[in-house]
């Protein structure tokens, strides 16, 4: 079932009982085509080979039935200028939050694809359980403040630490197929938090689109991020500590961010982005970019982006990273 069609099927009686409350309308499909002059919009040639099923967190045909139909696995990775992360590229998507001490706490899904190094796995916050909880996944993490290990229970996610089973872990980090292994067996796939091109030439928006090869998120007092388009591959590149990480799509939501007092188990202060609300977005995915809008009016319910037209962007098919920055950020495309 496409994101669309579990739209229909499972939001669309909530925003009827919303309307009283303002809730916005289901946002429309664009149904722009975008070709190179002189050619004529790409067609897809009939097959008797049997196809497998799209994944819905990346609208890529999954390997096997069995892919398709798993759980999902979310690990909260830390990573600093030093750190040179692990597993990153296999994530089907990546939430990004600016951390303390120019760093960033990240969010990895994985469900379409293996990792066999994963981490640097650190602490369970905020940010993990409202971006990813409407997807049901299996956590693995190493614990956290009091007040964060309340919210990650009242969530009712499972997860595991290594505290749990040490064997899950290797030091900092695990594995997709050790995350798999603890995993309850008759957990359901996620839901598509994306609504992906179905058909060649499918335009990422429907309106005020550009052509864009950087990205680039400058935030006050740390280093920008800057996102480059590669041709050659159809992905967008950055460097994250000291890996290089590609993605198909690229998407820049602008949100609040609050300072939270933690005190135990140590006192401290850590940023965290308001995941719930609406606010400004930038996407980019192929050689492209569009301002639009997201909305995601609660924890069990997907983040709508839209273009200028209220209608759904559709980035191409393939794992996509969701930038949080705050109101304080510079954001441009080139």
């Given at each position: 079932?496409?994101?669309r ?15 009283v ?22 067609t ?8 497998q ?18 759980p ?6 830390r ?53 990813v909880a ?25 997860g ?20 798999w ?83 135990k ?17 930038i ?19 997907v983040?709508?982006?839209?273009d ?27």
């Amino acid at each position: 079932m496409s994101r669309r069609q579990i739209l229909r099927a499972v939001v669309g009686p909530l925003m009827v009982a919303c309307l009283v409350t303002a809730c916005q309308p289901e946002p429309k499909r664009s149904g722009v085509q975008v070709v190179e002059p002189g050619t004529a919009p790409a067609t897809t040639a009939a097959s008797t080979a049997p196809s497998q099923p799209p994944a819905p967190l990346t609208g890529v045909p999954a390997g096997t039935p069995a892919v398709a139909t798993r759980p999902a696995l979310a690990v909260p990775v830390r990573v600093s200028p030093s750190t040179t992360p692990a597993g990153l590229d296999a994530a089907d998507v990546v939430y990004a939050e600016f951390a303390e001490s120019d760093s960033l706490h990240l969010t990895a899904v994985f469900h379409s694809r293996e990792a066999a190094k994963v981490g640097p796995v650190t602490e369970i916050r905020p940010v993990d359980i409202r971006s990813v909880a409407v997807l049901r996944p299996f956590v693995g993490y190493t614990g956290g403040p009091t007040g964060f290990l309340a919210q990650f229970k009242d969530s009712k996610l499972g997860g595991i630490t290594p505290d749990d089973d040490d064997k899950a872990f290797s030091g900092d980090y695990t594995s997709t197929a050790a995350l798999w292994r603890a995993a309850p067996k008759a957990a359901a796939p996620p839901t598509p938090v994306l609504d992906y091109a179905t058909t060649p030439g499918d335009a990422l928006a429907g309106r005020d689109l550009a052509p864009a090869r950087q990205l680039t998120v400058s935030v006050p007092g740390g280093p920008p991020m800057v996102w480059r388009y590669d041709a050659a591959k159809s992905v967008w590149t950055t460097r994250v500590g000291k890996a290089t990480v590609a993605a198909t799509s690229v998407v820049v939501l602008t949100t609040e961010y609050r300072t939270l007092d933690v005190r135990k188990p140590s006192p401290r202060s850590l940023p965290s982005a308001k995941v719930f609300g609406q606010g400004a977005a930038i996407a980019v995915s192929g050689p492209s970019g569009a301002k639009g809008t997201w909305r995601k009016p609660g924890q069990d319910l997907v983040c709508n982006v839209v273009d200028a037209d209220g209608g759904l962007m559709h980035p191409q098919p393939g794992n996509a990273w969701v930038v949080y920055v705050s109101s304080t950020a510079k954001v441009t495309l080139g």
